[in-house]
Nanobody, 127 residues
């Protein structure tokens, strides 16, 4: 079975840092596009960062310069390093994966690419 299991969420103060980790089953090979989405209370899910097998990386504008996505294909693990966190980053963060690398993007039009979603990990940033 395909499994994406997130960890690393928590509560921090504004300006703090967190590192999210997503462990995947072996079915998610390094040919997959992987990424992180988030959902804020009362809002739609939005793409935060993606990384493809061709090392293509894309971030949503709001996190550029503060978040870093990376993956370790040897262990099928995805990471999201988040620094200088702001209250507006408060959301449930989801690890996602889909067959890639074509259409690997944070844009809303590419959301349907991501067939597999984790259960999410909560990030709360207080001012």
């Amino acid at each position: 079975a395909v499994q994406l299991v997130e960890s690393g969420g928590g509560s921090v103060q504004s300006g703090g840092s967190l590192r999210l980790t997503c462990r995947t089953s072996a079915y998610i090979t390094d040919t997959y596009c992987m990424g992180w989405f988030r959902q804020k209370p009362g809002e739609e899910r939005e793409g935060v960062a993606v990384i493809s097998s061709a090392a293509f990386i894309e971030y949503t504008q709001a996190v550029k310069g503060r978040f870093t996505i990376s993956r370790d294909p040897r262990t099928s693990t995805l990471y999201l390093e988040m620094t200088d966190l702001k209250p507006e980053d408060t959301a449930m963060y989801y690890c996602v994966a889909g067959p890639g690398p074509n259409r690997c993007s944070v844009r809303p039009s590419a959301t349907d690419l991501f067939l597999y979603w984790g259960q999410g990990t909560q990030v709360t940033v207080s001012s």
